[in-house]
C-alpha cells in the first residue's frame, strides 16, 4: 500500500473551515487506499503572536523558552485537524515531534532532524489510522524540545517522507505550485510543470518563499519526490487530477532545458549589507572578521573583500535583516577592538535579486544580458555572486520589484 506524506501550512490551517477542507482532502486520498501522514503548521499568524507576546517581556528571550512557546501552535492545529477527520468517521491520531520521536539538536530555534523512529507511525498506519505529526518541532537528547526555524514544517514533513519510504510528500500552500518569478510582483508569472532539485534549492536559498531551503536540501539528499500544489482547490477535487497538479521537484534535467537559459527570478527583501571599513590585509582577515559573527549563529551570505591599499583593505557581507542589529553589536566589540577597523558601516535597505536556471551552464552571455537590463533601469549594483546555475545582484531595495519585472521580461519568461 503506498503511502503519501501531506504537508499543509498555515494559510491551509488559517480557520476551522480550512481545517475542515484539510479533513475531506485527507479523507480522500485515504479513502482510495493509500497510508496518509499529514504534517500541519500552525495556524497562520499564531507563531507571529505567541513570539510577539514573548518580546512584550522582553527583546530577545531565551532561545529554550522560545521553542517552548513557538510549539505550541503546531499542536493546536494537529489535534484540530485530528477531531475534524473523527468527524468525518476516520480513525486519526495526533503526535507531537518528541511523541514520535523526531530527535534534533540542541541548536534552539535553528535545531536540525537527526533521526526519526517510525515505529509508533507505522503501527498506527498498519491498523488503518491517519497520523498527523507536528511540523516544526522535535526533541533533543535531553527532553527539551527544539524547533526548526521558520518554515521548518515543509523540513518535517520531507523527513517524515523520507524515513517512511514514502511515495511522494505533497507540500499543500496558498499557491499552485512554483512560479517563474512570484506572481504578485509579476502579473505575467508562469506556474512551471517540472522543476530540478538544483533549481529549486537556488531559487529557495535566494528568497523564493514557497519552499524552505532545509526540505529542498532533504528532499535532493534522499531523492524524494515532493510537489507544491494549492490547498485552496475544491477538496474533493478528482484525486488523479490533484495527484498531477502544482510544480512537482524533478531530479533530472529537462532534456530541453537548452531552450530556456533562465528558469525563474529569485528575490529575498530580508537582506542587510555591513563593510568594515580599513582593516589589515593578512592571512586570517576574514575568519577574523566573520568568524564572531558565526559564532552568533548569524548565516552569512554574500562576501567582498577589496583590494589592498597601503597594506588596509575594506570587508563586505551580507546577514539576514533580522540579524542586522545582532551582526552590528558582535562586529562593534570585536573588530574595532581587535583589528582597528577605521569603522564598520551599515545598510539594511538592501535586496537580492537572482536568475536561476540549469540552463546557463549551456548558454554563454547570460551575465551581460543581466548587467544590461539592469542599466537600462538605472539600477547600481552593489555586490554580485555566482554560481553555476544562478547570478545574484544586491541592489537598493526601493529597485527590487523593478529589477524583477525588467529581468524576468528580458528573459522572455512569460513565454511557455
Known amino acids: 500500500m503506498a503511502l503519501f506524506v501531506h504537508k499543509y501550512g498555515g494559510t491551509s490551517m488559517g480557520s476551522i473551515e480550512r481545517i475542515k477542507n484539510v479533513a475531506k482532502r485527507v479523507a480522500k486520498w485515504h479513502d482510495a487506499g493509500y497510508q496518509i501522514v499529514v504534517v500541519p503548521s500552525a495556524m497562520s499568524g499564531e507563531t507571529n503572536r505567541l513570539l ?8 530577545r528571550p531565551d532561545p529554550r523558552e522560545l521553542d517552548m512557546l513557538a510549539s505550541t501552535g503546531e499542536q493546536v492545529s494537529v489535534a484540530l485537524l485530528s477531531i475534524a477527520l473523527h468527524a468525518l468517521g476516520k480513525d486519526a491520531v495526533s503526535y507531537a515531534g518528541w511523541q514520535v520521536a523526531i530527535k534534533t539538536d540542541s541548536a534552539y530555534t535553528k535545531a536540525r532532524i537527526q533521526s526519526i523512529d517510525d515505529a509508533k507511525v507505522r503501527r498506527d498506519l498498519d491498523a488503518g489510522k491517519i497520523v498527523i505529526i507536528t511540523g516544526f518541532q522535535g526533541v533533543d537528547d535531553e527532553g527539551n524540545i527544539a524547533t526548526l526555524g521558520r518554515g521548518g514544517s515543509d523540513t518535517s514533513a520531507v523527513a517524515v517522507a523520507v524515513a517512511m519510504k514514502a511515495q511522494e510528500c505533497l507540500i499543500y500552500t ?6 517563474t518569478t512570484d506572481p504578485r510582483v509579476v502579473t505575467e508569472a508562469r506556474r512551471l510543470k517540472t522543476v530540478t532539485f538544483e533549481e529549486m534549492l537556488e531559487m529557495a536559498s535566494l528568497g523564493s518563499k514557497v519552499l524552505q531551503i532545509r526540505s529542498v536540501e532533504f528532499a535532493g539528499n534522499y531523492r524524494m519526490p515532493t510537489r507544491v500544489l494549492s490547498s485552496l482547490t475544491d477538496p474533493m477535487i478528482p484525486l488523479e487530477e490533484e495527484a498531477a497538479s502544482g510544480t512537482l521537484i524533478s531530479f533530472e534535467e529537462d532534456t530541453n532545458m537548452e531552450q530556456a537559459a533562465i528558469t525563474g527570478i529569485a528575490f529575498n527583501r530580508d537582506e542587510a549589507k555591513i563593510t568594515v571599513l580599513g582593516v589589515p590585509d593578512k592571512p586570517g582577515i576574514a575568519y577574523q572578521i566573520l568568524g564572531p559573527v558565526a559564532d552568533a549563529n548569524v548565516e552569512v551570505d554574500m562576501i567582498i573583500q577589496n583590494q589592498s591599499v597601503d597594506g588596509k583593505t575594506d570587508f563586505t557581507f551580507t546577514v539576514p535583516r533580522g540579524e542586522f542589529a545582532k551582526s552590528m553589536d558582535v562586529l562593534n566589540k570585536t573588530a574595532k577592538e581587535n583589528l582597528n577597523a577605521v569603522s564598520i558601516n551599515g545598510d539594511a535597505k538592501v535586496s ?5 536556471g ?3 551552464r549551456s548558454h554563454v552571455g547570460i551575465a551581460s544580458k ?3 537590463t539592469l542599466s537600462e ?3 547600481n549594483i552593489l555586490m554580485i555572486s555566482t554560481s553555476e546555475i544562478k547570478i545574484s545582484v544586491l541592489i537598493d531595495e526601493k529597485y527590487m520589484e523593478l529589477a524583477v519585472r525588467a529581468l524576468h521580461k528580458a528573459f522572455d519568461l512569460e513565454k511557455a
Do not use: C, L, Q, T
Not at 510577539?52 to 527583546?59: T, V, Y
Not at 537580492?352 to 536561476?356: A, I, L, P, T
Open 52 to 59: 510577539g507576546m514573548a518580546n512584550e517581556i522582553m527583546p
Open 174 to 179: 496558498d499557491v499552485d505550485g512554483v512560479y
Open 352 to 356: 537580492k535579486v537572482s536568475v536561476v
Open 358 to 360: 540549469v540552463g546557463m
Open 370 to 372: 543581466m548587467f544590461r
Open 377 to 379: 533601469e538605472g539600477i
